[in-house]
């Protein structure tokens, strides 16, 4: 058998699946968090929505911009990524664990 195919076939304890399901599920809502306020508002995560006052002037926030606003919708499909590895390893603990 092949070295990597017998790494895959060992068994692993339920706990490193469930640790694994929530570091992806930390994982996917940061990337759906940063996706949806880009897409909402059309500005970086970083870039405040209101008025900032810099020394003695007033500096009005930048512009919403359409590719912001794809780069939110770039954030949510990864964060479907991350659904994807939350779900394999949620039935993998599992069924390791009424193994």
């Given at each position: 058998?092949?070295?990597?195919?017998?790494?895959?076939?060992?068994?692993?304890?339920?706990?490193?699946?469930?640790?694994?399901?929530?570091?992806?599920?930390?994982?996917?809502?940061?990337?759906?968090?940063?996706?949806?306020?880009?897409?909402?508002?059309?500005?970086?995560?970083?870039?405040?929505?209101?008025?900032?006052?810099?020394?003695?002037?007033?500096?009005?926030?930048?512009?919403p911009r359409r590719s912001r606003r794809?780069?939110?919708?770039?954030?949510?499909?990864?964060?479907?990524?991350?659904?994807?590895?939350?779900?394999?390893n949620l039935a993998s603990g599992l069924?390791?664990?009424?193994?």
């Open positions: 058998m092949h070295t990597l195919v017998a790494a895959l076939a060992e068994e692993k304890p339920p706990g490193l699946y469930f640790q694994n399901v929530l570091v992806t599920l930390a994982g996917g809502l940061l990337c759906f968090r940063v996706g949806w306020t880009q897409v909402r508002t059309g500005r970086g995560i970083t870039a405040p929505n209101r008025t900032l006052r810099i020394g003695d002037a007033l500096v009005a926030p930048a512009p794809i780069q939110g919708r770039i954030w949510i499909g990864a964060s479907g990524l991350f659904a994807l590895g939350f779900l394999f069924y390791a664990l009424l193994e």
